[in-house]
């Protein structure tokens, strides 16, 4: 029996990327494979992860194919990365960059990463919001937006858009509102690396980036092209939650990217009335589980229904209402992860000492 490239390929995609449920021929790693008489020869192309992860990817992948029938040798490598994408980095003026992520939807994902951006704004940082939650972005409704970008008077790069002291910039700007976006994994990765490198987001203290829920292809593009200085990993108290939360974490360690801490959200309702404390989700989860996992704790957002209804309405509550319990919740996370270890702290007063003029 012939070894042909499909059994190679096939044999390959039992292969997964090392905290992620993907394969590493899905996540197109896979390059310049060659049989001949049943030798085997490919390379592996892997950008920005660590040359520990790599090597037993490679390793993983040589037995894979080695336990075919028909398989003599296998020749495998790892790709050299491109000299202008080792030496040209993608975000040059920006300071931070931080991921807010979940294991699961549902969690209030969004909700954190907005009003997280606003109280850095609103504390000094120049601070940029990036959506990358491709299939369901909710930046442009959270931000009170409706309208398209434009671009610059040369055209070559995207204009953010800039409300409560942030810019930002979402996919959601750029498809109907009312179109689903039904994209394979390079599309998906493509417009990830353009939102990142085509838009004018100037100098920055603070880049936050609101993710898709779960591990996929935007995680690893983003690990892949952008030196993160963190992770923020958003959970309720409720076990489902907590069980994909994990799953978050174990993932960012995976691809080398420090995590920063565990957010528990939706983590108890006051009662606006007689102030009477319920957790309806259960408590504590999240603290517990940190705990568990090593890392930071930083801190318990309270479910209530100004935060939702500020969000709607397009004014996130720490803009729409500074003084609240729920903002000052919000303000607390930002200085906590303003003091993180490898979060390079705000050289100067705040955004207008930086301000890019865009032309």
């Known amino acids: 029996m012939s070894l042909s490239e499909r059994d190679v390929m096939d044999a390959l995609r039992q292969v997964a990327y090392p905290g992620f449920t993907r394969d590493i021929v899905s996540f197109g790693m896979v390059r310049d494979l060659t049989v001949n008489s049943g030798s085997v020869s490919f390379r592996l192309h892997a950008p920005g992860i660590s040359p520990q992860i790599a090597q037993s990817i490679l390793a993983a992948a040589r037995a894979a194919v080695l336990g075919l029938p028909g398989a003599r040798t296998v020749d495998a490598t790892l790709a050299s990365v491109d000299a202008a994408e080792r030496h040209a980095p993608i975000l040059p003026g920006v300071r931070n960059v931080i991921a807010v992520a979940s294991g699961k939807g549902g969690v209030g994902k969004s909700t954190v990463a907005v009003n997280l951006a606003v109280a850095l704004a609103r504390g000094g940082a120049a601070t940029g919001l990036l959506d990358a939650d491709v299939y369901g972005p909710s930046i442009p409704m959270m931000m009170g937006i409706d309208e398209q970008p434009r671009l610059d008077h040369a055209g070559e790069r995207i204009v953010p858009f800039e409300r409560h002291g942030v810019r930002l910039m979402s996919l959601g700007f750029l498809v109907p509102a009312d179109s689903a976006v039904i994209w394979r994994a390079p599309l998906v990765s493509k417009a990830v690396k353009q939102l990142l490198r085509d838009v004018e987001w100037g100098e920055l203290d603070v880049l936050v980036v609101d993710m898709p829920p779960g591990t996929g292809d935007v995680q690893l593009t983003l690990a892949q092209n952008v030196r993160l200085a963190g992770a923020v990993i958003v959970t309720t108290p409720q076990d489902v939650a907590l069980a994909d939360a994990i799953k978050g974490v174990a993932m960012f360690r995976k691809v080398d990217v ?34 568990r996992l090593d890392v930071p704790f930083l801190g318990e957002i309270p479910l209530d229904a100004a935060v ?11 803009a729409a209402d500074p ?19 490898g979060v390079v702290p705000p050289s100067g007063p705040g955004p207008a000492r930086r301000r890019v003029p865009f032309s």
């Open 323 to 341: 003084s609240s319990p729920q903002s000052a919740a919000f303000e607390g996370l930002a200085m906590r992860l303003l003091a993180s270890p």
């Open 308 to 318: 939702r209804d500020a969000g709607d309405r397009g004014t996130p509550i720490v």
């Open 258 to 291: 420090p995590v920063l801490g565990i957010v528990e959200n939706m983590s108890y309702f006051a009662c606006p009335h007689c102030g009477t404390r319920t957790e309806i989700f259960g408590h504590g989860g999240g603290r517990s589980e940190a705990l």
